[in-house]
T-cell receptor
Framework: GAGVSQSPSNKVTEKGKDVELRCDPISGHTALYWYRQSLGQGLEFLIYFQGNSAPDKSGLPSDRFSAERTGGSVSTLTIQRTQQEDSAVYLCASSLAGQNSGNTIYFGEGSWLTVV | QKEVEQNSGPLSVPEGAIASLNCTYS??????FFWYRQYSGKSPELIMSIYSNGDKEDGRFTAQLNKASQYVSLLIRDSQPSDSATYLC??????????FGQGTTLQVKP
């Protein structure tokens, strides 16, 4: 499909395990965002990639969280030693150059993470 | 102070009424402003974008921006039960980073 693709769509993991969440943005989109949304809450900014610039990691909640974007396309969000409070839906979004105010941001369907 | 603030609601309006949703932001350098709608269990979808002071209308929706007051609002005319959702205000700075508010839940009662 032509949209933002995320995998897995659902993940149940045991506390203390590591998880990897993948985002495949729309082809040609240089800006990529990760957000976290806990039940009944708003979107919490995690990290923002724009082209070859250093990512804005200011939203990552702890050093257990990291993200990378290989070749300016696919991104992986890694959560190490998962905790129950990490349970949330993780949303990825992409757009053409992020600084351009006119570029629409498109969301994937999210990865629903449950830590038991 | 949160970067983007919204009243969480719920905001309840009767069918056919005007729903008014409000948002304030802290970064005076913000350039772009968006309203997203999110149905339960779904991803956000873009409703409106606005970049300059004043009003912007699209069908039943009107976005209003006042940069001096750091305030952006969304009006929904002739509200329908299908408009019942959470409305998220989002603000983009000049680096492209996009920050969302907590969202306002709207309930339109038949």
């Amino acid at each position: 499909g032509a949209g933002v693709s995320q995998s897995p769509s659902n993940k149940v993991t045991e506390k203390g395990k590591d998880v990897e969440l993948r985002c495949d943005p729309i082809s040609g989109h240089t800006a990529l965002y990760w957000y976290r949304q806990s039940l009944g809450q708003g979107l919490e900014f995690l990290i923002y990639f724009q082209g070859n610039s250093a990512p804005d990691k200011s939203g990552l909640p702890s050093d257990r969280f990291s993200a990378e974007r290989t070749g300016g396309s696919v991104s992986t969000l890694t959560i190490q030693r998962t905790q129950q409070e990490d349970s949330a839906v993780y949303l990825c979004a992409s757009s053409l150059a992020g600084q351009n105010s006119g570029n629409t941001i498109y969301f994937g369907e999210g990865s629903w993470l449950t830590v038991v | 102070q949160k970067e983007v603030e919204q009243n969480s609601g719920p905001l309840s309006v009767p069918e056919g009424a005007i729903a008014s949703l409000n948002c304030t932001y802290s970064d005076r350098g913000s350039q772009s402003f968006f309203w997203y709608r999110q149905y339960s269990g779904k991803s956000p979808e873009l409703i409106m974008s606005i970049y300059s002071n004043g009003d912007k209308e699209d069908g039943r929706f009107t976005a209003q921006l006042n940069k001096a007051s750091q305030y952006v609002s969304l009006l929904i005319r002739d509200s329908q039960p299908s408009d019942s959702a959470t409305y998220l205000c989002a603000v983009k700075g000049n680096t492209g980073k996009l920050i969302f508010g907590q969202g306002t839940t709207l309930q339109v009662k038949p």
